[in-house]
């Protein structure tokens, strides 16, 4: 009935093309990660179930990477690039390299911004093969407060109070929007709009987890361990938390 | 005036130098490194317990659906304590096995102390497995590396044509994956399971994950080879193995595919 | 005439040519396996449903009761495995009343085969069809382009080989009811653990010769939810709103009654079939 309006195209690929059995470099190997930056911490957090297709790799591979800096246990910046874990690796210990790098050659700390900026220009240097992560960037700036950058795979990036990424980023970023932004909540009292203040550590950590065991049980490719790192002025800490492992 | 057309809309050559004409020449498109493995290697399957790594993989050679070669040996001892497991192609295998010969080559210094561990060789093979992928040329294989970390501890890690690197108590390759994985992450599902898990326990664990293999992988042998790697150092290569107590026996009380009685 | 409609078959080719995706059914990730012992035969599933990589239902069922005596667990695009083990079960009560005896297992397993060869796979349900008849126990699994299978353990699905795994490593000839049970669980959460598409907990049911099939939903149930560490309760009037209208849901209408008639319908019966 719609044959008389729409002529077939003569370029019809439906039934017709061949089917072309060619190397694809790139593969989704799952996880999840989040940022949350308060006013004297950074967090970030990933579970650590690496999958290809619907099996599981392994359960516990841990993704948040530390760069140790000069200047002291506080200004240590943590990162994970989460999508493709081969083109993660390999960022991630380029980046460690290259700040090392720059922490010999310039003899200052490299500052979580500097590592932004060096992360830009390491992604968009792959434009044309790009690295085939979400990459999120971590620590306290010089005043002591978080900060997180998070990038697009071709190094398009941006200062945020928190970010998710990966694969169920679509599920965590609508809450944190809601929980941490205060977004779509007004004042019973005034009717005005809530305004996003710093969360305390505590509050942060425990909106993680419930965040995590949440999306766990709405994504398959979510599970096993949250792995989560709290930059403070004290250094670099990290937990684990058990997630449902199905 | 330059009246040969071929030169116009070029660099200059009093300026530039002599014009490539191999770039001019070059053939349409791009070269293509793309390939398919021929003979093929099926699952490579490892698991830690409480004194090692135990490795396993059966002795066919695959041509497409035809069994071609039933002699393969892809458990490869690499120095002293370490062995590398090969799934996938085998031409690519066998250059895989250069490259490790000429790797222990290179790195042999009898003198300064130091040689070459499994976490090293790991390191080196994922490296050569994300530049190929990098270089759309891969390895066609998926392999397992196990041995001992520096720290005397067991080691075992994956790498695969893609350059993705993972490390697990129990991992497999192929088939592996899906058939032996749950059996072998019944008794070590965590690092800290190994310790709790003898090598009499691993081998009957191994053994019954090769045979479930050689029942429902259409591509696999009921010969293999079992390769351990203690954490005193040695490498135990037990070749020729067959699948014991098989049993086929549920055939005799089915018939048909549905209502044939006879 | 039944069956499918083409009449977008044109409209979708072109769509497709220019570019549109082709929307795709819900092919659920899942582990089901069947299994049979002296006197009886066992079948169970998990009970996770997927569209994709989202959980759309933790707790599903997706054993279905084809008659009394047989069941049948389902595995691959979720709505044609519910619509033909509906239609087939109505046309096995038909069968059973016509001829006045219980269905066979194997006359399902026909019946099932039958349509879903006809559809060519198009209808993709995966089963495995269990049940107990004067014949004996029975175990038989059917793949959506109709072949069917016989067997003493089937499994089907995505976690179909993690379950076999178990299977061929556990199975042994001439088990109890409670060996089968046991195996059936085992292999079901094979698949919930390693296998993505499945998850959640295990679904259950019991044939046994001359006794009434037994369902046990939840069997096991190693997938509890953790409790939160925190509330999420928002104080009323978090939620903003533009105007504020309110509107009575009953209107009190005061009826005069002027005149009361009583009419006879007469001999005419309304029509109840056509």
Sequence with gaps: ??????????????????????????????????????????LLAGDTRHITGYSINTRFRPSIHTLENLGGPERAIVVAANGFSADGDALVRRLAQRAEWYTYNHNKPLSVSACARLVQTMLYGKRTFPYYVHTIVAGLDESGRGEVYSFDPVGSYEREQCRAGGSAASLLMPFLDNQVNKKNQYDAATGLPQVATDLPLEETLKLVKDAFSSVTERHIHVGDYLEIKIVTKEGVKVEYFPLKRD | MDHMPENWGRPRNDVYGEYQSAIHNAGQGPQSRTQTPSITGTSVIAMKF??????????????????????????????????????????DQQYIELLLERLLIEDNYPQDGHHLRAPHIYEYL????????????????????????DDGSPFLGYVDLLGVTYSSPSIATGYGAYLAIPLMRKIVSEEADAKNVSEEQARKVID???????????????????????????????????????NWRFAEGIRGYGTQKQ | MGGFSFDNYQRNKFLTAKGYPVPTATATGTTIVGCRFDGGVVIA??????????????????????????????????????MVTQLISSNLELHAMSTGRAPRVVTCLTMLKQHLFKYQGHVGAYLIVAGCDPTGPKLFSIHAHGSTDVGYYLSLGSGSMAAMATLESKWKSSMTK?????????????????????????????????????????????????????????????????????????????????????????????????
């Design chain 1, 1 to 42: 009935m719609y044959a008389e309006h729409f002529s077939e195209p003569a370029t019809s690929h439906v039934a017709s093309a061949p089917i072309e059995h060619q190397f694809y470099p790139y593969a989704s190997n799952g996880g999840t990660i989040l940022a949350i930056a308060g006013a004297d911490y950074a």
């Design chain 2, 50 to 91: 409480d004194n090692g790594v135990m490795l396993a993989a059966d002795n066919l050679g695959s041509y497409g659906s035809l069994a071609r070669f039933t002699d393969q040996e892809r458990l490869i001892k690499v120095g002293n304590e370490t062995v590398v497991g090969i799934s996938g192609d085998a031409s």
């Design chain 2, 126 to 149: 994922s490296r050569v497995m994300y530049n190929r992928r990098s270089k759309i040329d891969p390895l066609w294989n998926a392999i397992l590396v196990a041995g001992k970390n």
């Design chain 2, 208 to 246: 019954e994950c090769m045979k479930v293999l050689f029942y429902r992988d259409a591509r696999s042998l009921d010969k293999y080879t079992v390769a351990t790697v203690t954490l005193d150092g040695e490498v135990k290569m037990d070749k020729n193995v067959r699948c014991q107590n098989m």
């Design chain 3, 45 to 82: 599933a998990d009970t996770r449903a997927t569209e994709g990589e989202i959980v759309a239902d933790k707790n599903c069922e997706k054993l279905h009761r084809m008659s009394p005596n047989i069941w049948c667990a389902g595995a691959g695009t979720a709505a044609d495995c519910e």
């Design chain 3, 178 to 274: 409670q060996e089968a049970m046991d195996l059936c669980a085992e292999a079901i959460e094979a698949g919930i653990w390693n296998d993505l598409g499945s998850g959640s907990n295990v679904d259950m049911c019991v044939m046994e010769v001359n006794k009434p099939a037994v369902l046990h939903r939840n069997y096991r149930t190693p997938n509890e939810r953790s409790i939160k560490q925190k509330s999420y309760v928002f104080p009323r009037g978090t939620t903003a709103y533009l105007n504020e209208k309110v509107k009575p849901m009953i209107k009190p209408v005061a009826y005069d009654i002027f005149e009361e008639t009583v009419t006879s319908t007469g001999g005419e019966q309304m029509e109840i079939d056509g």
